[in-house]
């Protein structure tokens, strides 16, 4: 069974950090392109990152600068390392990769 699952979500003040995980089972990320989604309550799908198989990385004007996508074969996970957190990154953040994980929380107060 194929499995995403991302962790690491939370509540956060404005200015902290998160670092999210998407470990994957039953799938590699080998040879494949990751993306981390995000969607805001009453708002689409945002994509705020990607990683490709060759290691480039691409982000959403909005988190360009505060947040960086990695990528850890060995351990088979994606990590999204979001930093100088704002209000309006508030939203369910979700990674992808043909499938789908269950997308994890991030709150973010003032």
């Known amino acids: 069974e194929v499995q995403l699952v991302e962790s690491g979500g939370g509540s956060v003040q404005a200015g902290g950090s998160l670092r999210l995980s998407c470990a994957a089972s039953g799938f590699t990320f080998d040879n494949c392109d990751v993306g981390w989604y995000r969607q805001a309550a009453g708002h ?5 990152s990607t990683i490709s198989s060759d290691g480039s990385t691409a982000y959403a004007d909005s988190v ?47």
Do not use: I
Not at 94 to 105: D, E
């Open 64 to 110: 360009k600068g505060r947040f960086t996508v990695s990528q850890d074969n060995a351990k088979n996970t994606v990590y999204l390392q979001m930093n100088s957190l704002k209000l309006e990154d508030t939203a369910v953040y979700y990674c992808a990769a043909t499938y789908w994980g269950q997308g994890t929380q991030v709150t973010v107060s003032s």
């Open 44 to 48: 689409e799908y945002d994509l705020v």
